[in-house]
């Protein structure tokens, strides 16, 4: 398949692409012409690379997981390592998340006089929600 084609069945721009071959992620079996060709496996390890993305892995550790063979090689340990990560993770949101909801239904007259507003706010500058990443717009 030509990267156009991949591109169009992948949903990945053609410069990710080229970024993932650069990278070791993926790999071209040659050119017609001036373009890339891609092997029909290519679109499960873009598949595979989404999931690791999607679970917060790094482009290094999903290059690890997919090795150089056609065959991903998949570290158990790691997986759990990760799903122990999102736990906290999700501890975290929890928190924030029913935090936020007693702010915003809080009838103390100030935030600041709401003692689990201020606990929150405690949480937050000695670091116990770090790892929560923000959206900057």
């Given amino acids: 398949?030509?990267?156009?084609?991949?591109?169009?069945?992948?949903?990945?721009?053609?410069?990710?692409?080229?970024?993932?071959?650069?990278?070791?992620?993926?790999?071209?079996?040659?050119?017609?012409g001036i373009r890339r060709v891609f092997s029909s496996n290519v679109l499960e390890r873009l598949e595979l690379i989404a999931l690791g993305r999607a679970a917060g892995f790094s482009l290094e550790e999903i290059a690890g997981i997919l090795g150089t063979d056609a065959k991903p090689d998949i570290d158990r340990d790691l997986l759990l390592k990760k799903a122990n990560e999102l736990d906290e993770t999700i501890k975290k949101l929890e928190a924030m998340r029913?935090?936020?909801?007693?702010?915003?239904?809080?009838?103390?007259?100030?935030?600041?006089?709401?003692?689990?507003?201020?606990?929150?706010?405690?949480?937050?500058?000695?670091?116990?929600?770090?790892?929560?990443?923000?959206?900057k717009k």
Avoid: W
Wanted: glycine content about 8%; hydrophobic content about 35%; some cysteine.
């Fill in 1 to 32: 398949m030509e990267i156009s084609q991949v591109a169009k069945k992948s949903g990945v721009s053609a410069s990710t692409l080229r970024f993932y071959e650069e990278k070791g992620l993926i790999k071209s079996i040659g050119r017609q």
């Fill in 98 to 135: 029913d935090g936020l909801h007693h702010a915003a239904a809080c009838t103390a007259p100030s935030h600041l006089e709401c003692p689990r507003f201020r606990r929150l706010m405690n949480l937050a500058s000695t670091g116990a929600l770090k790892g929560l990443k923000t959206s």
